[in-house]
């Protein structure tokens, strides 16, 4: 059972090591082989955006140092950036302290967004208002906004 893996290893102290197929097998994969990744770049720590990855799309970020997640809607394997050239460079990956989520550390070359923004959260909520905002404006296709990226 993951669960029972990251409460053993809880107490670890930093600099502890673990061989990384062995902690990667502890993950806790959804039924579907999937895991949520959480996107930040890695010098400012903006969140870039949310995406999923399997086994494979994580074995390849690993080996290959350019972050690919597993699409949905594709059903196959999306390395960020290959189509419109806004790469993320694989910094560091981090897993949770139960096992349930990744988080990578990148950086972003250009917008994350497949509309060519920053990032993908540029819907706003704020307390006490009933109105949603669009906090970041979407660049034209002239000066390369639309990335074609999911």
């Given at each position: 059972m993951t669960r029972a893996f990251f409460q053993k290893i809880e107490p670890s102290p930093q600099g502890t090591e673990f061989p990384q197929d062995e902690f990667l097998d502890q993950l806790a994969w959804t039924a579907d082989g999937l895991i949520p990744v959480i996107t930040q770049q890695?010098?400012?720590?903006?969140?870039?955006m949310m995406a999923w990855m399997n086994r494979e799309s994580l074995d390849l970020s690993l080996r290959t140092g350019w972050v690919t997640y597993w699409s949905r809607s594709r059903d196959q394997l999306w390395k960020k950036g290959e189509s419109s050239g806004h790469l993320q460079r694989l910094i560091?990956?981090?897993?949770?302290c139960d096992g349930?989520?990744?988080?990578?550390?990148?950086?972003?070359?250009?917008?994350?967004?497949?509309?060519?923004?920053?990032?993908?959260?540029?819907?706003s909520f704020s307390p006490g208002e009933q109105v949603v905002r669009v906090n970041q404006t979407m660049p034209s296709v002239e000066s390369g906004g639309e990335s074609g990226d999911e």
């Open positions: 890695h010098d400012s720590g903006e969140v870039l560091e990956l981090r897993a949770d349930d989520t990744l988080l990578c550390l990148a950086d972003q070359k250009a917008g994350a967004c497949h509309t060519g923004r920053d990032n993908c959260f540029y819907f």
